[in-house]
């Protein structure tokens, strides 16, 4: 089978494409023919040795595909050749990939192999962040930063369903305009040269008020001012660091604001609430299959340009998920 490996970590020139056996299923896990894999900003740190865990080299990038199922391993129930499915994996950049069974799931018909490729965990942070860590009810305002990539789309996605208004903030009027094709009712810009005129804009898109709700995978330069602008009760979930060095914020501002932070990490959450996190997915996969929820699929690249699909997915100028298509 072909694959994408590299024996160091230093640049995208390390990786080359190669030959080498397929893998096998072992007991307990399913060995699935990639169709596609989602290729994200974290994919593209730990393709490169940035991310704070540096994977075992050799390295093939790609957690998240979408694909067909090949084989199954020992003791496998539920899953069989030939079944549509997405799955999360070590390894997606290539025609083969094993994954355990746990987080192999079954698609619709509804989903293309391309739209499984960036779900499972977008999605599930979105959901996770939303009804779990922010309670989010029906008519609160959310505010989603970086909403025209892939967890972004889908905080505004998952948020219109629960019933939010959602105020879409990105940095051109091409991604805001992306943005309110998802379901966003409001976009504002991300100009943090100015933080307090930019309260201001929110302010006004926000009926005179401030957000109940910020989902912030960015964390940039607007993270204090996004906290400080936050209704009384608001919460502001913390999903990642796009914007770069990692910000702090006085604790005074908490307490005045009776607002919180929450953090929201979908790998522990898969780790220590397995039940809760099948039941978000089971929910997702439904609103896919009943039409309520069509995942935006960004810029696809084929497998042989890999090298421009981790070059893009790292300059953060993709809206929706980038994709590798494999198969």
């Known amino acids: 089978m072909r ?4 024996t160091a970590l230093d640049s995208i020139a390390d990786y080359r494409l190669v ?9 307990g896990e399913v060995l699935v023919r990639v169709k596609a894999c989602g290729v994200g900003y974290v994919d593209a740190l730990v393709a490169l040795g940035r991310y704070q865990v540096k994977p075992p080299l050799p390295h093939t990038p ?3 595909v979408g694909g067909v199922v090949e084989t199954v391993g020992e003791g496998v129930t539920g899953l069989h050749p030939g079944q549509r499915v997405m799955a999360q994996t070590r390894g997606g950049f ?7 069974a746990a987080a192999v799931t079954p698609i619709p018909d509804e989903m293309s192999f391309v739209q499984a490729a960036g779900f499972r965990i977008n999605y599930l942070t979105a959901m996770h962040g939303l009804a779990d860590r922010a309670a989010l009810s029906a008519g609160e305002r959310l505010l989603v930063f970086g909403a025209a990539g892939g967890v972004g789309t889908a905080a505004v996605q998952v948020g219109a369903l629960l019933g939010a208004r959602i105020v879409a903030c990105a940095r051109t009027a091409e991604k805001r305009a992306f943005a309110a094709a998802q379901g966003a009712h409001d976009t504002l810009d991300s100009d943090a040269s100015d933080p307090r005129a930019w309260r201001e804009r929110l302010k006004g898109v926000c009926d005179g008020a401030g957000p109940d709700v910020v989902f912030d995978p960015v964390c940039g330069p607007l993270f204090e001012a996004a ?3 936050l209704a009384w009760r608001g919460r502001h979930l913390v999903v990642g660091f796009a914007g770069g060095p990692i910000p702090a914020l006085p604790a005074n501002l908490s307490l005045m604001k009776g607002a919180a932070l929450a953090g929201v990490d ?9 039940a809760l996190a099948a039941t978000h997915l089971t929910t997702l996969l439904g ?3 009943d039409g309520r929820l069509a995942p935006p699929v960004g810029r696809i690249f084929a497998l042989d340009d890999y090298a421009a699909a981790l070059a893009f997915a790292l300059s953060g100028q993709g809206m929706g998920k980038t994709v590798l298509r494999v198969g």
């Open 3 to 6: 694959l994408i490996e590299a």
């Open 19 to 27: 030959e080498r056996a397929p893998p096998v299923a072992g007991r």
């Open 62 to 64: 790609g957690v998240e």
């Open 94 to 100: 290539a025609e083969l990939a094993v994954a355990p």
């Open 227 to 229: 906290f400080r602008s």
């Open 266 to 274: 979908v790998r522990q959450f898969l780790l220590f609430e397995p």
């Open 287 to 289: 609103w896919v299959a």
